[in-house]
């Protein structure tokens, strides 16, 4: 029987006229709110009459849904009105959080809930609660004399603006590369068929957008050198219009961190001090160490790779200059492994439809986890999306709901081009005492069908999905009573684990052979192509790993360089392909403004993006550790659930993977991985 949920469903039926307008109210409500606050007599302070986590909650509950739109609307003016309404939103933020009187009211609520005795009384997650706003207040500059609070004010404003206007332009990019059938060569028909057709002079083309689907097989397939470099370069290059809005993020970034007294955004720990590393050093001294580690490594995948290209250019007859270019490694990385180990990605692939793997999955996280997923038909921002209730596994009663989820799985104009999850509301306690509840929206954009074939997946978009439907049950799962922290509200240096570790399910032999289906003979993957296809995880590792080693050290390095830089200076478009080169070990050719692609930097990875290789090493520890020996028992998954993500942020990340391991987290798992017994100080 249908249960109703105690709470509805949201509706997707904004106008973009109305947008501003709701904005606005709520900004104008919250702002009153916090001048009730500030207007406490000091001995009046205390945790009740603060009151800012429901404020902090009710107004995330209107804002994020709200601001979600531009990421996702089919229609361009509802994009715009939710740009534009983020941009109030932020500004706000900014001048909230630059509030000294609410500041002091917060200062006297801690000061007299010690001296009264009430605080030996609150639970930890409360004490924690009040402890963090107070560190906001410190880490915004809120004790600096007036003229420097205002200075910042402005600065993290202009700030915002940037990181914003940087994010539009990814989603709003929406360019064409052309090509003719012959450059073509090699590109899987069924991908081709998907591009836009024409005529151009007397011959025929196709246009490809810059979107995964499109342009990946141009990178994999492609034979003709000059059709992978051309691709590659446009690639890099479609977001030039960036470059320059990141200068001057960078810039601001230098600013802020030296009137708040910090020598730099990284090395003085501005940014490091709330996440589980703790300090730029430790940043700095676990990259060079993984790199020094990966770097043998990766030049013997070099000298293979470039030993397989030799062999094709002369078989070819292409001229050989000796050099491995950046548009060559995912060529050769795939030739390789099918060479090495006689698999076919596009043979794979036509196991994986996606009315087969997306259910399969949402099956295994569900028996895994203890939940029940139901799909509704409910309001959405797009016909594609499909809904779903997500309740306990055994539930009777609305007691056993748990959230709603939403799945946005195919590429359109206009649309964010990777695959994220939006928290678009945390769960936390009512003040009444009630459960409000969490939804989680996760966006991707798979390959849709063909004239000739389903929508399918490659084994690389399975992991993805299998990926973000972490971040799902994350958002979903946890169970905090302030919304602060609930869910992925954790370090940002943590915040990937869970995802990464559960990215192992699809390596499982037992799993790729539950959730593969031929999509003409419905066969499930054979035991030969589930062994091959488990033995290409770690080929050409070191030159994976080196490429992440090279975006987490160019997000260091411009994060490092202390002042305002002159033009000349900030030549980042030439530290790009330099850095690349040097540790990716890979020739860049033409120098391409590739930074103006890189979305982490803006998007709240800044002097961040060596979390998504650190969190490996919890990632590794937990499967090895607990889910190796039975990755689908659902004991395993309860004690998942309790120990990881039922906590969220509501306690140190360590805490949680000490309660979760039994023991202290190592490295071992990770090292063991990539290069068998050797040992590190990571």
């Not at 591009?195 to 990946?216: H, L, M, N, Q, W």
């Not at 370069?233 to 470059?243: M, Q």
């Not at 020094?292 to 007859?317: C, F, I, M, N, S």
């Not at 002097?607 to 020996?629: E, H, W």
Request: charged fraction near 30%.
């Amino acid at each position: 029987m249908s249960i109703k949920p105690p709470q509805p469903a949201p509706t997707w039926d904004h106008r973009p006229g109305e947008i501003g307008t709701l904005i606005k109210d709520l900004i104008a409500k919250d702002r009153l709110l916090m001048d009730k606050i500030a207007a406490l007599p000091a001995g009046e302070c205390n945790f009740q009459s603060l009151a800012l986590s429901v404020a902090e909650t009710d107004f995330d509950a209107v804002a994020e849904p709200l601001s979600f739109y531009q990421n996702v609307s089919a229609d361009k003016a509802l994009r715009d009105a939710s740009n534009e309404a983020e941009v109030l939103v932020r500004d706000y933020g900014v001048e909230s959080s630059m509030r000294i009187d609410v500041y002091r009211a917060k200062v006297a609520a801690e000061k007299n809930l010690k001296e009264s005795g009430q605080w030996e009384k609150l639970s930890a997650e409360e004490k924690r609660l009040v402890e963090r706003m107070i560190l906001d207040g410190t880490r915004a500059g809120l004790a600096l004399p007036e003229e420097q609070r205002n200075q910042l004010t402005t600065l993290k404003k202009e700030l915002s603006q940037l990181c914003l206007e940087f994010s539009k332009n990814f989603n709003e990019e929406d360019q064409r590369i052309t090509f003719t059938e012959k450059q073509l060569d090699g590109v899987p028909k069924d991908v081709i068929s998907g591009y836009t057709k024409r005529t151009e002079g007397s011959e025929e083309v196709y246009d490809a957008t810059y979107k995964t689907p499109d342009i990946f097989p141009i990178f994999k397939f492609a034979k003709n050198p000059d059709t992978r470099r051309k691709a590659f370069e446009g690639y890099e290059s479609r977001l030039e219009v960036n470059v320059p809005l990141l200068s001057k993020a960078l810039n601001i970034r230098r600013e802020l961190a030296s009137i708040l007294g910090y020598k730099t955004w990284l090395v003085a720990d501005y940014v490091t001090e709330v996440k589980m590393i703790k300090n730029g050093k430790g940043v700095v001294d676990f990259l060079d160490d993984l790199e020094e580690k990966l770097r043998p490594v990766g030049l013997k995948d070099r000298e293979t790779l470039l030993a397989l290209k030799k062999k094709e250019h002369e078989e070819l007859g292409l001229p050989f200059d000796g050099e491995f270019y950046i548009w060559d490694y995912r060529y050769y990385d795939r030739k390789f492994i099918e060479s090495s180990l006689d698999l076919d990605d596009m043979l794979v692939k036509e196991y994986f439809p996606v009315t087969v793997v997306v259910p399969t999955i949402l099956d295994i996280y569900q028996n895994l986890l203890g939940v029940r997923f139901e799909e509704i038909n409910g309001t959405t921002w797009h016909p594609e999306v499909q809904q779903f209730s997500v309740w306990e596994k055994d539930s009777k009663d609305e007691s056993g709901f748990i959230g709603y989820c939403y799945l946005d799985l195919y590429p359109r104009s206009g649309k964010y081009s990777h695959a994220a999850v939006w928290p678009l509301l945390p769960g936390h306690d009512n003040s009444d005492g009630k459960r409000s509840y969490p939804i989680a929206a996760m966006v991707a954009n798979l390959a849709k069908p063909t004239p000739d074939k389903p929508a399918l997946m490659r084994h690389d978009d399975v992991v993805t999905f299998f990926h973000e439907m972490g971040h799902v049950f994350h958002g979903l799962l946890s169970h905090t009573k302030f919304s602060r922290f609930h869910g992925t509200s954790v370090a940002r240096d943590f915040v990937e684990a869970p995802s990464q570790m559960l990215e192992n399910w699809c390596w499982e032999p037992q799993v790729l052979e539950k959730m593969s289906s031929h999509f003409e003979t419905k066969k499930p993957l054979s035991p030969e192509l589930i062994t091959k296809l488990v033995k290409s995880r770690y080929v050409n590792v070191g030159l994976f790993y080196l490429r992440q080693v090279f975006f987490a050290k160019f997000d260091i390095k411009v994060h490092t360089s202390s002042g305002r830089l002159t033009h000349k200076d900030q030549d980042y478009t030439a530290l790009w392909n330099s850095l690349r080169e040097s540790i990716s070990l890979v020739k860049s050719g033409k120098l391409t403004p590739g930074q103006g692609t890189f979305g982490h930097i803006t998007g709240g990875y800044d002097a961040g993006y060596y979390g998504y290789t650190y969190s490996l090493v919890f990632a590794a520890d937990m499967y090895a550790t607990i889910f190796k020996a039975d990755p689908l028992d659902p004991a395993r998954g309860k004690r998942y659930r309790e120990k990881i993500l039922v906590p969220g942020g509501s306690r140190e990340e360590l805490d949680s993977l000490k309660d979760f391991l039994g023991r202290e987290p190592n490295s071992k798992a990770f090292l063991n991985e990539l290069f068998g017994s050797q040992s590190a100080n990571l």
